[in-house]
């Protein structure tokens, strides 16, 4: 049993009673669903005649029907009711009915205590079939009132249920509902994953309920903040076994319906949020070992498991679990920790306490067959997940609008575990070029947000669901770690272990953490911060974007400016702090680290960072603060010869800085574009990764604007000449490509090599992967490419080759057997140069037997990313935009990726028309959660096109003359 685990005996008693009590109705419920014909399961339907039955809930169109003053109309739960303890009881059916549906029946019944008087139940229900009217008790010596009506609110997905007199302020009730569901493959609440083994289709129940659809699994109060203890219940078949956030408490069988079945009683589980359920019935097996009591089991395919693709995860579990109870100075609250590969999964994975759910590529890893990139996956996935069992699941924020809290210190914190399980790879770096770099080029966008939001902006679940992006999940990681490297890791963590003490099993809001923090620094002597953590903490919360640091190194005046890239944009969105921020600096002059110290205003002086004509200076050390740099002319050519006289002077993570702070700065007008150009010359004599990933990233930019250019030629001679050094070096490193670099950065750079090779038409890479390709199809079982280099080497095969290597891809894609080695594939085969291949690989991808509903917005992105499948992933969506969004959009995670991947190369007026128009034509069927994301597609493109008509004609004239 958990630390701070409780629930009276007497429910427990009770829990365990109506467990049993309730499989006759289970099954009655069972043959009440098998009628219904309706697919579309979202209104209830009465199982008799109203007159006559008690009638179950009935639908009321809001639109029509319901005042909008109503609390039923509004989105948000009211503060009258608290749950205390649900029990749930499922039985998901895994094969279809006369209907051919996969449903799941159940009965839950909750009790909530009345926190202030009321006449009015609202408990949320999404696409539920309530079979009877719902049951009002009185519970502990309450007396309950009549049930007058009730019915479905289908906008705001609340079962309304209108009482008689009122519920009595501290008293306790319990409500009983008795429902039918479908179990649908839309990968929410309680749906449904389907796999091949050996010839035969496999169904798995599975769960995802953030951030809202538990009420999709069963009536309940869903908001994070009405926390409560779940007891679960799962009926299943005796061959297959059922998994929940606590572990079982005891099976029994029994003949249902003239089969044997089981019956699984879970523990309860600590008060917990109802986003962070989970309960799964499958045939997957696991492995297992014990950290400290913490028992830890890796669950997949039976097949995967087999193969040992869950050991790696099994190895780091342990470590990263011990370092987090280390970090947190918090024993892990529960007695095991599960974590289950499923084969259809829409996020990258999910945080259940107790049962983590996870896509296969995020937990699943086979040394001969996955790359080193796939295993960091694993290991900062894994270390993702687990930091919120802390930091999320033990203390969870009150609402949505701070999910950034959550995510974005889950985010900041897997480095940190992941390092600890690899510490080899210095891993922690890598922190500034998967999330700094990636989230800045969104926070410079006028369409960007602030990290916290007034709660009154975000009630909906497509306001939720949009919430889930980088500057969330990114943006969070870097400003945190932006407040710990000036607080210092001691203070930080210190700060941390009480906040997490005081609010264990409860909800908070930011400010709590700030608090805390405060406290840490009021302890001590050492550091001194110009202001309070909440106020230098609320200028990086409460406003969007970041700024721009200019150093005058002539004058050593400091500027601070809200950097956009269209500097010309008008800001709409206000702020309080007039969009100045309180900047922590560190800094180096000629090699040498300063004394750190604050910009407080927008103009000030400090002559410490005036420097003479042969001394240059380097402001953000190793990335620590969430912001660009910019300087003077002279300072720039300095630290442009200091590049290349001797590069190594400047640290590592600074050259990657240095590059991709000029390339944004080009693309802003703070400098001209071939300054930054110019950054990227010294590379030939550098084979470190992160500043190549730096410049290949930004690179990137002027493929997407010129690769439909005459500009192309040219650049793509220029990157041939600067990478032929660093492909020259590998080979001879890896003795011709037959052993692996020894270091995990080295490995990443080895793929750049090749990649950008390959791409660029260096030849004799060209031909290795030719070579290498057709040895493979000369002899399928035999996969001669290292995994590392597979996505690179299949690319160029299948874009330099025809119909042949694509359709050879595609069978190896479908043979598969582990879901890492698909997802290259996949990626690869979006490289063809034929029309008809990608636009038959279009029509594939929303084909549910050829592409996974969860890898169809991706495959379209991927297919985007090539030049000859632009303009035809474009026109493909635009067509099919209504079966698009029906099936995989509204709150789907990875849907704004689709809309910024398929628009990303925009950059004339006319593709700027045809996305206004696009916008226009679909305002009725919307955008769900990539709403958002089709602003700054518009924002982009006008960006773009302004930069392209000012930059053309010096970029084509750089490549052509360093091209030589």
């Known amino acids: ?73 509004k989105f948000r739960l009211p503060d009258s009711l608290k749950p205390l303890d649900y029990d749930v009881k499922l039985w998901p059916r895994l094969t279809p009915n006369t209907d051919g549906l996969y449903n799941f029946t159940g009965e839950s019944t909750v009790i909530f205590e009345c926190v202030k008087a009321t006449s009015l139940i609202l408990i949320h229900s999404k696409k539920l079939n309530l079979t009877e009217q719902a049951q009002l008790s009185g519970y502990a010596g309450s007396t309950p009132p009549a049930i007058t009506d009730s019915w479905m609110e289908k906008e705001t997905e609340f079962l309304v249920i209108q009482l008689d007199s009122n519920l009595e302020a501290g008293k306790t009730y319990s409500l009983l ?75 029994t069988q029994e003949t249902l319906e003239g089969k044997l079945m089981n019956i699984t009683v879970f523990q309860p589980t600590a008060k917990m949020s109802t986003y ?4 799964i019935v499958s045939d997957f097996k696991f492995i297992e070992n014990m950290s400290g009591d913490v028992l830890i089991r890796i669950w997949a395919r039976q097949k995967a498991i087999v ?24 024993t892990y609250p529960l007695p095991k920790s599960d974590q289950i590969a499923l084969p259809d999964f829409n996020a990258g994975a999910m945080e259940n306490w107790g049962l983590i759910t996870y896509r ?50 889950a985010t900041y914190v897997s480095y940190l575990g992941a390092d600890h399980a690899e510490p080899s790879w210095n891993i922690k770096d890598l922190i500034v070029l998967h999330h700094y770099q990636k989230v800045f080029a969104v926070d410079a966008l006028n369409s960007s947000h602030p990290l916290s939001l007034d709660e009154e902006e975000i009630s909906t679940p497509l306001q939720i669901g949009n919430l889930f992006d980088s500057i969330t999940y990114s943006k969070g990681a870097a400003v945190l770690r932006m407040l710990s490297g000036f607080l210092t890791e001691n203070l930080f963590v210190g700060g941390l272990k009480t906040y997490l003490e005081q609010y264990k099993y409860n909800t908070t809001v930011y400010q709590d953490l700030w608090d805390h923090l405060q406290q840490a620094v009021n302890k001590q002597q050492n550091i001194t911060l110009p202001d309070s953590v909440e106020n ?45 921020w309180f900047v922590p600096v560190s800094w180096m002059k000629s090699g040498i680290l300063q004394t750190d110290f604050w910009l407080l205003n927008t103009s000030e002086t400090n002559t410490t960072v005036q420097s003479n004509s042969t001394d240059w200076v380097l402001a953000n050390i190793n990335c620590t603060g ?86 192309n030629g040219p650049m793509q001679a220029y990157l041939r000449k600067q990478v032929t050094p660093l492909f020259d070096y590998y080979e001879n490193l890896t003795s011709n490509w037959t052993a692996l670099p020894p270091g995990h950065t080295q490995q990443y750079n080895q793929i750049n090599a ?65 879901a890492t080695e698909a997802d290259k594939l996949r990626s690869a085969l979006s490289c063809a140069t034929q029309p008809w291949i990608l636009n038959r690989y279009l029509e594939y991808s929303l084909q549910a037997d050829k592409i996974r509903k969860q890898d169809a917005t991706s495959t379209i992105v991927y297919i985007a990313g090539n030049v000859v499948g632009q303009s035809l992933a474009w026109d493909f969506i635009r067509s099919q935009w209504n079966t698009i969004f029906n099936q995989y959009g509204g709150g789907s995670f990875s849907f704004s990726s689709l809309i910024n991947g398929v628009t990303q190369r925009f950059s004339s007026e006319f593709e700027l028309k045809q996305l206004e128009q696009f916008q226009k034509d679909n305002a009725e069927v919307g955008f769900g959660s990539g709403t958002r994301a089709l602003e700054q597609a518009l924002e982009r493109t006008r960006a773009n096109i302004k930069w392209l008509s000012e930059n053309k004609a010096s970029v084509l004239d750089w490549f052509k003359r360093e091209s030589l």
């Not at 179990?183 to 389907?194: C, I, N, P, T």
């Not at 800085?657 to 110019?678: H, K, S, V």
Request: proline content about 5%.
């Open 1 to 73: 049993m958990g630390k701070g685990f409780y629930i009276s005996k007497t429910l427990a008693v009770v829990g365990i009673l109506l467990a049993a009590a309730s499989i006759a109705t289970i099954i009655a419920l069972a043959v009440v669903y098998s009628n219904e014909k309706a697919k579309n399961i979202e209104s209830v339907t009465p199982t008799g005649d109203p007159a006559t039955t008690g009638d179950p809930a009935t639908t009321k169109p809001s639109s029509t029907t319901s005042p909008p003053q109503k609390p039923w109309n």
């Open 177 to 251: 509902t008795r429902f039918v569901g479908e179990l649908a493959d839309d990968l929410a609440g309680f749906y449904r994953s389907e796999y091949m083994e050996d010839g035969v289709k496999k169904i798995v129940a599975t769960t995802q309920m953030q951030a809202a659809d538990a009420r999709k699994s069963f009536p309940c109060f869903d908001e994070p903040a009405m926390k409560a203890r779940f007891n679960i219940t799962l009926i299943h078949e005796p061959d297959r076994v059922a998994l929940s956030n606590s572990p079982v408490q005891m099976t």
């Open 276 to 279: 962070l359920l989970a309960f």
């Open 307 to 330: 193969h040992g693709q869950g050991d790696y995860a099994l190895n780091v579990t342990g470590p990263i679990l011990k370092y987090f109870e280390s970090y947190y100075n918090t």
């Open 360 to 409: 296969e590529t995020a937990l699943l890893y086979d040394p001969h067959v996955s790359s080193t990139s796939n295993k960091e996956r694993v290991v900062t996935i894994i270390a993702h997940e687990l930091a919120h069992q802390w930091f999320g699941n033990l203390v969870t924020v009150r609402w949505w609008n701070d999910l950034w809290l959550n995510e974005g210190f």
């Open 536 to 580: 230098i903490m609320n200028r990086w919360v409460l406003q969007m974007g970041f700024p721009v640091v200019t150093i005058n190194t002539t004058t050593g005046t400091l500027t601070q400016k809200h950097f956009l890239l269209d500097p010309d944009a008008e800001v709409t969105r206000s702020s309080q702090f007039n969009y100045t």
């Open 626 to 711: 969430y912001y660009r740099v910019n300087y003077d002319t002279e300072n720039w050519d300095r630290l442009l010869q200091q590049l290349q006289d001797n590069f190594t002077e400047i640290p590592v993570i600074n050259r990657a800085q240095l590059i991709d702070d000029a390339f944004n700065l080009a693309r802003a007008g703070y400098i001209p574009t071939t300054l930054a150009l110019d950054t990227t010359k010294y590379l030939s004599k550098d084979v470190e990764y992160m500043p190549w990933e730096s410049a290949i990233d930004n690179l990137g930019y002027f493929s997407l604007m010129f690769d439909r250019t005459e500009v």
């Open 754 to 818: 090749v990649s950008v090779a390959c791409k660029n038409g260096v030849k004799k890479c060209q031909e290795l992967a030719s070579s290498l390709y057709q040895e493979w199809m000369d002899n399928p079982s035999v996969n001669p490419i290292e995994p590392n280099l597979r996505t690179s080497i299949y690319c160029s095969a299948i874009s330099t080759g025809g119909a042949a290597e694509w359709d050879f891809g595609w069978e190896m894609f479908k043979n598969a057997t582990i």
